[in-house]
Antibody, heavy 120, light 112 residues
Framework: QVQLVQSGAEVKKPGASVKVSCKAS????????INWVRQAPGQGLEWMGW????????NYAQKLQGRVTMTTDTSTSTAYMETRSLRSDDTAVYYC?????????????WGQGTMVTVSS | QSVLTQPPSVSGAPGQRVTISCTGS?????????VHWYQQLPGTAPKLLIY???NRPSGVPDRFSGSKSGTSASLAITGLQAEDEANYYC????????????FGTGTKVTVL
């Protein structure tokens, strides 16, 4: 079945970097884009950015530009999201989600989430 | 700070109808961009509930319906059930300086 499986929880110190992976299966990876969304504890959803799995084009949320990099590895159908210079307010569950042109660009498939904790 | 505003909470008894509003502006919903709705049960990832303003993905009960008018959109749940207790988020695209996808502030639905 179509699914996105993310890497496990991470604990990082302030100033460090974290790289979260999102492995796709059950569909043609290069036919869809991948969005990244995060959710701080007890808070709402925040869109972080998008990457085309077809050509690697990206669009990042303005507040994260310069600290976030999204990449893909088409040989393994995996998307990656790296956040640098981590701060305590980056503590959140990070989700990858497939962008579906067939669903009017809604996010139709979501990963299970990866908890990233930033603490000294 | 989200550019799409939702009521923090709504509640209803089993079997009742509840609606959740999503208020935007001329740079997002009012510009004609589609609105999508997601349901997030406690401790789980969001799930697509409505796409393209009014469409339900396969498997979503027809108790859920969406609408859009002007700079706002709404999600209605008819015949409210205990398993509908969750957080609901609207999402659209915003064409302002920081052109991006945006989520609503979220609404907690409580079944009394």
């Amino acid at each position: 079945q179509v699914q996105l499986v993310q890497s496990g929880a991470e604990v990082k110190k302030p100033g460090a970097s974290v790289k979260v992976s999102c492995k796709a299966s059950g569909y043609t990876f290069t036919s869809y884009g991948i969005n990244w969304v995060r959710q701080a504890p007890g808070q709402g959803l925040e869109w972080m950015g998008w990457i085309s799995a077809y050509n690697g084009n990206t669009n990042y949320a303005q507040k994260l530009q310069g600290r976030v990099t999204m990449t893909t590895d088409t040989s393994t159908s995996t998307a990656y999201m790296e956040t640098r210079s981590l701060r305590s307010d980056d503590t959140a569950v990070y989700y990858c989600a497939r962008l579906s042109p067939g669903s009017r660009d809604a996010f139709d498939i979501w990963g299970q989430g990866t908890m990233v904790t930033v603490s000294s | 700070q989200s550019v799409l505003t939702q009521p923090p909470s709504v509640s209803g008894a089993p079997g009742q109808r509840v609606t959740i509003s999503c208020t935007g502006s001329s740079s997002n919903i009012g510009a004609g961009y589609d609105v999508h709705w997601y349901q997030q049960l406690p401790g789980t990832a969001p799930k697509l509930l409505i796409y393209g303003n009014t469409n339900r993905p396969s498997g979503v009960p027809d108790r859920f319906s969406g609408s859009k008018s002007g700079t706002s959109a709404s999600l209605a749940i008819t015949g409210l059930q205990a398993e509908d207790e969750a957080n609901y988020y609207c999402q659209s695209y915003d064409s302002s300086l920081s052109a991006s996808n945006v989520f609503g502030t979220g609404t907690k639905v409580t079944v009394l």
